[in-house]
């Protein structure tokens, strides 16, 4: 079995601020793991994904990601937030052995104010 | 634009009632998978196709939804006699390569249900 936990529903920084969206796993395979973007009214982008090479992983946006095994989690972050950021936010857990279909978490909703 | 496109984008219609939701995935990606997202929570797996064969489905999926693939490009979700609990986002994604949890999945922008 696997599933993601998002530990935040809401997060709200201030443009220029960081950014840190929590994210823990559990999976009884070694996973994939990603984090998706979701727009208003817009379908689910790719921001990063995870797959056994390196832990700290760099996406679009300036948006990065550090599996963390001994920890289980897979943190999202960004050094400075933008107005253009606010969004919802999934971290999502995969593996080969389950047809490739993902498992998402409930979502953070990420506010960005000036 | 050569991304996933589903259509309707919106879909209203009364209790009782049969709907259909079609998906055309990106050209030549083999599989097409189907979520489905209610208010407040992340997509859900209901279904997904290799080409044309259905490969697995959620207990999510009650005998009123039928999903097919008939040629292996796009795709066809069908709830009978829609109930109020149906009203939700329904997501359509593809991807290339039939096997590898590395393979990115590309989301069509949704159908919205209401169900009244």
């Known amino acids: 079995a696997q599933s993601v936990t998002q530990l935040d529903s809401h997060v709200s920084v201030s443009e220029g601020t960081p950014v840190l969206l929590r994210c823990n796993y559990s999976s009884s395979y070694s996973p994939s793991l990603f984090w998706y973007v979701q727009h208003p009214n817009k379908g689910l982008q790719l921001l990063l994904k995870?797959?056994?090479?390196?832990?700290l992983v760099k996406g679009i946006n300036g948006f990065e990601a550090e599996f963390k095994k001994s920890e289980t989690s897979f943190h999202l972050t960004k050094p400075s937030a933008h107005m253009s950021d606010a969004a919802e936010y999934f971290c999502v857990v995969s593996y080969t052995g389950g047809g490739n279909k993902l498992t998402f978490g409930t979502g953070t909703q990420l506010k960005v104010e000036l | 634009d050569t991304g996933v496109s589903q259509n309707p984008r919106h879909k209203i219609t009364k209790r009782g009632q049969n709907v259909t939701f079609r998906c055309d995935p990106i050209s030549e990606h083999n599989r097409l998978y189907w979520y489905r997202q209610t208010l407040g929570q992340g997509p859900e797996f209901l279904t997904y196709?290799?080409?044309?064969?259905?490969?697995?489905k959620s207990r999510l999926l009650s005998d009123r939804f039928s999903a097919e693939r008939p040629k292996g490009s796009f795709s066809t979700l069908e709830i009978q006699r829609t109930e109020q609990g149906d009203s939700a986002m329904y997501l359509c994604?593809?991807?290339?390569?039939?096997?590898?949890?590395?393979?990115?999945?590309?989301f069509g922008a949704g159908t919205r249900l209401s169900v009244l």
């Open positions: 196709f290799q080409n044309e064969a259905q490969l697995e």
């Open positions: 995870y797959t056994s090479a390196a832990t």
């Open positions: 994604a593809s991807t290339p390569d039939p096997g590898g949890a590395k393979n990115i999945q590309y």
